[in-house]
């Protein structure tokens, strides 16, 4: 892809990754690059350090800020801050468990951030994986069992634990970032990801805590490898921009080298200092502020900023990179391959192809076979007399729904172009005569969970059993219950039908056949143009439902 005049948004950009990113994009004159940073201060200083770089001239660079994992109104807020809040702690998890709609992509700050920038091309270097788990979920239920035991529970409580929850989170940002770039015509989505242990294995010595390894490490490495997944299968959404993911399995260093203040979390640490000597029994009994004097100073010595990984001392640094631990690589290095992927020129590093090219994927031996099964299936079917349409086993009840309203036509119409030519009024009155008539066709719907909308829109047939039924202050005219999981017998849904058969008969008799070629899929023999519930319902979830399975 061509870089130079595109929108760049880089997420992150602001850290050590983001900049180095950003230095190496300028080369190639993008219009614009956006650099999202946390807080205001973080994105304006980073933007104003880029501007000061002869290597900007001609480049519009503009700034970011807030937490984009939260909704915009409360992007500037800390995390904490936003669960002490109950209204904005619910409608944080409101839009965590609800569905995906409109407003819920526009209330995100990552959503309504793309939505308003546009930009062809999306850099996020968010160190996604450790934002989500150290949350701490463990800690959160113990809190959560100790306050359960004290029947002291409360909506807080709960409500603050789903806040910490990892999947819930990971699946709703990848599902915004999605929806929000196919809006946004974005054309380029890469991700710098992470391993969660700087590529060591489960034996990483480098914990954060006292357990080796702690868990919430292992919930980082499990997050992004969940990310890394999720990021497969949206490079295989129609519809979304190329996907690709830079996974550094090494420690990433440095941003400078300085002497000066050293501070953690962003605060100073104060130095104390203690002569006194205590017992044990008293050690951790008592006021610890007894036991260490303030010294009025706060710390400082020589560091290698690392970026958000904090500042280490020469022998922090030395150990954490000596050759056989975690060694590192440089951002610069990582930024050199982003590009080039961006770029179009593979370096090996991408581990969104890496997957698709190391999975199992559908073979010419199953191709074959499949027919095989389908004729003896139909075969039996014959035998018995019998046609069993669907078993609501495989899914969505959508699925079921097609593939019996298909099956009705096949009762009614000869093939695909007499199907193509109905009259909606007169098939609602003959699909409805016949559901009434054929008791095993009514049975094997009703049992399954599907009701049967009548032709007036006004009654249905159903049994104890439905899959798809009205929310709590749902109407049951709903339109989107009929069309996700009811047999519909009204005029307006064999127009519909009419309407698909004829656009299945354009693509037979209308495309490229086999005598010309390989330009098109085509269905072997005659099947293309009869009526066949499991073709049909596939060309309904492939061309309406955007369902196919791998992008063109």
Not at 361 to 379: D, F, K, S
Request: with cysteine.
């Amino acid at each position: 892809m061509d870089i130079t005049g595109r929108n760049v948004l880089i997420l992150g950009g602001s850290g050590l990754v983001g900049l180095a990113i950003a230095r190496e994009l300028a080369r190639f004159a993008p219009r614009s690059i956006a650099i999202s940073g946390l807080t205001q201060p973080e994105a304006e200083n980073a933007v104003a350090d880029l501007r000061r770089d002869p290597r900007f001239e001609g480049i519009e660079i503009e700034p970011e800020w807030g937490d984009i994992f939260l909704p915009d109104t409360l992007k500037e807020q800390r995390r904490a801050a936003v669960l002490a809040d109950p209204e904005a702690r619910a409608s944080l998890i409101d839009d965590l468990y609800g569905e995906l709609s409109d407003e819920v992509l526009q209330r995100s700050t990552l959503g309504a951030m793309i939505l308003r920038r546009r930009p062809d091309i999306i850099i996020d270097s968010v160190n996604t994986a450790t934002a989500f788990a150290y949350q701490n979920v463990f800690k959160s239920a113990d809190q959560l069992r100790e306050r359960a035991a004290r029947q002291q529970l409360t909506l807080e409580d709960v409500e603050c634990h789903l806040a910490t929850l990892y999947l819930p989170q990971l699946i709703r940002h990848v599902q915004i970032a999605l929806e929000a770039m196919r809006r946004a015509n974005t054309d380029f989505y890469v991700k710098i990801g992470t391993a969660g242990t700087g590529g060591m294995g489960l034996n990483i010595p480098f914990t954060h805590s006292e357990e080796r390894p702690s868990r919430m490490l292992l919930a980082k490495s499990s997050v992004a490898g969940a990310h890394t997944l999720l990021l497969y299968l949206m490079a295989r959404t129609p519809g979304a921009p190329a996907v690709k993911e830079i996974k550094p399995t090494a420690a990433i260093s440095w941003k400078r080298i300085a002497y000066g203040e050293v501070r953690r979390g962003g605060r100073s640490i104060e130095c104390y200092d203690a002569t006194e000597a205590t017992s044990l029994d008293d050690a951790f009994a008592l006021d610890p502020r007894d036991f260490s004097v303030p010294c009025g100073r706060t710390l400082s010595g020589v560091f290698v900023d690392a970026g958000e990984n904090g500042l280490f001392s020469l022998g922090e640094f030395e150990t954490l990179t000596s050759l056989g631990l975690m060694e590192f690589i440089t951002p610069e290095e990582i930024a050199a391959n982003v590009v080039s992927e961006i770029r179009g020129r593979p370096t090996g590093r991408d581990v969104v192809t890496a997957l698709d090219g190391a999975t199992s994927g559908p073979t010419y031996r199953a191709g074959v076979l499949r027919e095989a099964a389908l004729e003896q299936m139909a075969q039996l079917e014959r035998s018995h007399g019998t046609e069993s349409i669907a078993y609501e086993m495989l899914g969505p009840p959508r699925l079921s729904k097609l593939l019996f309203e298909s099956a009705i036509l096949g009762r009614l119409y000869a093939d695909l172009a007499e199907v193509a030519c109905l009259n909606p009024e007169e098939t609602a009155l003959r699909a409805e005569a016949l559901i009434r008539g054929d008791e095993e066709l009514r049975v094997r719907i009703v049992s399954i969970g599907l009701p049967i909308l009548l032709s007036e829109g006004e009654q249905l047939l159903r049994g104890p059993d439905v899959k798809v039924a009205p929310e709590p202050g749902q109407s049951p005219r709903d339109a989107r219950l009929a069309d996700n999981g009811w047999v519909d017998l009204r005029p307006s849904n064999w127009q519909k039908w009419r309407e698909r058969a004829a656009s299945m008969l354009h693509e037979v008799n209308g495309l490229p056949g086999p005598e010309q070629g390989s330009q098109q899929d085509v269905v072997p023999g005659s099947r293309g143009r009869v009526i066949r519930p499991g073709r049909m319902a596939a060309w309904v979830f492939r061309s309406e439902d955007r369902g196919e399975r791998i992008k063109r």
